[in-house]
């Protein structure tokens, strides 16, 4: 089966990393990715795994494409003509391709997606079937462009139930509910750092992103700040800052490297630097409880069964939160609601007091939760030699 996937911000993003790895390791290795940032790909070694190009071409100027795309934009008046060129090539490689396979993540959860709609029409006009691949679209993001988009996807593969009661609300019947597919991500286990104790170590993800959607200033990283005090003087666990995302716009290192600074000389803290998306899930294994903000981190720790409290900002954290405990009260606390320098810390007191529950109920349902993920093999009609 040949499948054509994007889009794909890079791999900075080691959820994005993680998407499409565990991608192949369902659908084979016959995938080509087009990526905003191919360098990112290669650092980590996704040409290992699918073939790269970059999402968008340049433009030759006095080409035969662009002499033709001046004549659309200046004569046809066609406002996309040179946007259509730039995304040309994804078409041209969708075209002996099985499936075409739209990144989902969170892509329709924030603001206007207007290259994915350009390449989505380029894609219908090709009669080529497209599928939103594990999704979450925030609710009240769905207006009439949106609506329109993803209603031309063949089947939509909803990453959890919020999303896909919604969409099913709006009429989208070919929507389908399975898990994240990055919950079927191996893990690689290195070596520890000195101050990383296995079973006995507090991993801890923050996001520049949930400070972006905080109420009150400072409140969340302070909040995380009264987290590790705590821990460090009422309990004898450690402290792993883990990053997830480390583009120099959005990077988890610099939240992360200000409590590192803050805590270093207890000797109880440690900070795990950039490493690929199996290797930080290799560190997130051997935590024994994670309060994180990305959604991928939250991911690889609830996929190795390591209790977790997400500090979430939007759909995708409750809705999975949700589906694994049936409820998203204790495990999510919306960056919106710390209004008080505690509340961090309190959750995460709770955590700690339903540890073993929390373990319990992981151990009798997450095998089978994990093992839903497999059926996009039969979705998608892939033969049994295939799988």
Not at 238 to 249: D, N, R
Request: charged share 25%; aromatic share 8%; proline share 4%.
């Amino acid at each position: 089966m040949r499948c054509v996937m994007y889009p794909h911000g890079g791999s900075g993003n080691h959820g994005c990393e993680a998407i499409v790895r565990s991608t192949a390791k369902l659908l084979g290795n016959n995938l080509m990715l087009f990526s905003n940032h191919v360098e990112e790909d290669r650092k980590v070694g996704l040409q290992d795994l699918c073939k790269l190009d970059v999402a968008e071409k340049p433009i030759r100027s006095g080409s035969l494409s662009h002499l033709f795309a001046v004549f659309r934009s200046k004569v046809l008046r066609q406002t996309d003509a040179f946007d259509r060129l730039v995304f040309q090539h994804i078409i041209e490689s969708a075209k002996n391709a099985d499936y075409v396979l739209g990144i989902g993540g969170d892509n329709y959860c924030y603001d206007t997606p207007e290259f994915i709609y350009l390449v989505n029409r380029m894609m219908d006009e090709a009669k080529k079937k497209r599928i939103l691949w594990g999704a979450s679209v925030e609710p009240n993001a769905i207006d009439k462009r949106m609506l329109q988009d993803l209603r031309g996807y063949y089947k939509i593969w909803a990453r959890e139930s919020l999303t896909y009661e919604a969409l099913l609300d709006k009429g989208l019947t070919q929507t389908f509910l399975l898990p994240d597919p990055a919950f079927v991500l191996d893990r690689k286990d290195l070596p520890l750092p000195e101050g990383f104790v296995e079973g006995n170590t507090v991993g801890i993800n923050v996001s520049p992103m949930i400070i972006g959607y905080e109420k009150s200033q400072g409140m969340a990283l302070q909040n995380y700040v009264n987290l590790v005090k705590n821990i460090i003087e009422e309990t004898d666990m450690q402290v792993a800052l883990i990053p997830h995302v480390v583009w120099s716009h959005n990077d988890d290192r610099k939240p992360l490297s200000q409590l590192y600074e803050m805590f270093k000389d207890t000797g109880r803290v440690v900070m795990i630097e950039d490493h690929n998306a199996e290797e930080l899930k290799g560190y997130i294994a051997r935590c024994r409880l994670m309060v994180v903000a990305r959604t991928h981190a939250s991911i690889a720790a609830y996929s190795t069964q390591v209790p977790t409290l997400v500090v979430g900002y939007s759909v995708k954290a409750r809705g999975i939160a949700k589906d694994i405990f049936g409820t998203e009260e204790n495990y999510v606390i919306p960056v919106q609601s710390l209004t008080h320098e505690d509340e961090l810390m309190k959750g995460f007191q709770w955590l700690l007091g339903h540890e073993a529950g929390i373990k319990e109920h992981y151990a009798k349902m997450m095998s089978n939760y994990i093992g839903k993920v497999y059926q996009i093999q039969a979705i998608l009609g892939l033969p049994k030699n295939e799988r």
